[in-house]
């Protein structure tokens, strides 16, 4: 379930004029414009970021980057983004910034579609004149390397048919690669959790648990280390249950002694119409707190106040 919807009553030239007058004259009334943009789903958001330069002639992101700052402006920049455009953009500066952000690759490859991906890597040309995949193989190697590249192919089965002699015949697969032997065959754990589709290792993940006494979880972590242990692990957690997998993200981003606020605005703003009503209610279970508790005790100012209007929703 998302917690941003249409917005009824919406009137793009209305919003507007309600964002360029919070802008106008001396100082700017940030109040305004975080309860016009977190009232409005995203495909209502661009339709005003089109209008406004229409109307005003200049664009809106030049315009707010004049008068924001800080995370509060990150995370209204990322609203006037399409989700595919700021999976672009995030994927792109992970790869292109100092260093790899792995974790970002991790997270968002790893719990995309096939159609997703595709759009991602198609945008991804279209922004930045350059092949997501090539620049993905330039910048990461080893088993983890070779995983996201196989996920990036965006060529994973989706079949909803369960094939019970193949989804046994994985299974044997995965210990004889693992624990059956020593050292550890990362290869065929490639194969099994970069192609099979979602329906199919859930019923492989069961047969293994059947066979081994162990669960999948167990297996990767005891079989593998670094980024690619990672990796293997975000993909288990998405077939078992995305949401809970982006509530333990949000969590891990606001844990510990400061806050990971990429990662933070990343999963508020791209799952808001996706099922970040369900991250919520999966973050109190597992963490007994919610959300909102944990964002008025690690953010502040209309930052907090913009992630808090998202969360919180208009649905």
């Given at each position: ?47 005003v ?8 002639g200049?664009?809106?992101e030049?315009?707010?980057k ?6 509060y ?51 991804y ?6 092949d ?83 669960v ?51 999963i ?24 909102s ?23």
């Amino acid at each position: 379930m998302s917690t941003i919807c249409d917005w009824e009553d919406f009137d793009v030239d209305a919003d507007c004029e309600a964002l360029n007058s919070a802008m106008e004259g001396l100082g700017t009334n940030e109040d305004l414009i975080t309860e016009t943009i977190t009232m409005r789903s995203n495909a209502q958001r661009l339709e005003v970021k089109d209008k406004f330069g229409q109307m005003f002639g200049k664009r809106l992101e030049d315009a707010l980057k004049d008068e924001l700052g800080g995370n509060y402006e990150d995370c209204v920049l990322a609203m006037f983004k399409s989700p595919t455009e700021l999976d672009a953009t995030e994927l792109h500066d992970a790869i292109k910034g100092a260093g790899t952000s792995e974790d970002v690759l991790i997270e968002i490859l790893c719990s995309r579609t096939n159609e997703e991906i595709a759009a991602i890597k198609e945008t991804y040309k279209s922004l930045f004149e350059s092949d997501l995949v090539e620049d993905i193989e330039g910048d990461t190697s080893g088993a983890f390397g070779a995983l996201i590249f196989s996920i990036a192919q965006a060529c994973r089965s989706e079949d909803d048919e369960i094939d019970e002699d193949l989804a046994n015949e994985d299974a044997q697969a995965l210990i004889d690669a693992g624990e059956a032997q020593w050292g550890t065959d990362e290869s065929r754990f490639n194969v099994i959790l970069a192609s099979r589709s979602f329906w199919h290792l859930v019923h492989v993940f069961d047969i293994y648990e059947t066979m081994s006494d162990k669960v999948m979880e167990e297996a990767i972590e005891n079989e593998m280390s670094g980024d690619v242990k990672d990796a293997m692990l975000a993909i288990v957690k998405c077939v078992r249950s995305k949401s809970k997998y982006y509530a333990e993200r949000v969590y891990n981003s606001m844990k510990g002694a400061g806050t990971d606020d990429r990662t933070l605005i990343r999963i508020i703003v791209s799952r808001s119409e996706i099922d970040l009503a369900n991250i919520r209610d999966h973050f109190v279970g597992m963490y007994e707190q919610t959300v909102s508790e944990f964002i008025e005790d690690d953010c502040g100012g209309d930052y907090k106040k913009c992630l808090l209007h998202i969360v919180n929703g208009n649905c």
